[in-house]
């Protein structure tokens, strides 16, 4: 059967403004026109939020990307890695039965995932793969965590101002440390 190609999505999503989602913007965009899209056909939804904060009703990339969807013209969303989806497995289930319901492909492109098949059905493969890369996304959150937090409680305990209201009677000095004011 031959699909009539409409319109794609690029969902790009870094999470600090030092970051640049550029690469990633270029790479999809090269998957996209691979796949058949033309350059009026490919729209891009770029965001630098926190893909572990925000809950899904606060990230405005996949807001965009929904009000894009219920327009009724585009049919395919593509992603660099599942993690810039969301790292956490609530978020993304969510989002792959919302995608799933409306026959909406999803293409991933590190690893290389395709989630529907031809009718429009999901790929029971594509869906074990996406589960795994659901799960490891949200390891690799916690682990993050973990780390951040290990490394402010070692800042903390050196005497470090690792950020918050400064104690009655402290200031920090200029290297980022505790120290008594004496005014």
């Known amino acids: 059967i031959y699909k009539v190609y409409m319109k794609c999505i690029l969902l790009v999503r870094v999470s600090t403004e030092q970051q640049s989602y550029d690469a990633q913007m270029k790479e999809l965009h090269e998957v996209a026109l691979r796949a058949g899209y033309s350059e009026k056909d490919i729209t891009p939804v770029a965001e630098k939020e926190s893909g572990i904060k925000l809950s899904e009703e606060e990230r405005a990339g996949l807001n965009k990307m929904k009000e894009l969807i219920e327009t ?3 049919d395919c969303v593509f992603a660099w890695e599942i ?3 969301a790292r956490r497995k609530k978020i993304l289930f969510s ?3 919302y995608l799933v319901e409306r026959k909406i ?3 991933i492109k590190e690893p290389y995932l395709h989630l529907l098949k031809s009718d429009g059905t999901i790929d029971e493969g594509a869906e074990t793969i996406f589960t795994l890369y659901a799960q490891l996304a949200e390891t690799e959150m916690r682990n993050k965590m973990s780390r951040f937090k290990r490394a402010k409680d070692e ?3 050196k005497g470090r101002f690792e950020g918050g209201r400064v104690t009655l009677g402290y200031k920090v000095n200029e290297d980022g440390f505790w120290e008594i004011d004496e005014e």
Do not use: M, W
């Open 72 to 74: 009724g013209v585009y």
């Open 83 to 85: 993690s810039r989806i």
């Open 95 to 97: 989002i792959l039965e």
């Open 105 to 107: 492909q999803l293409v």
């Open 155 to 157: 800042g903390y305990a």
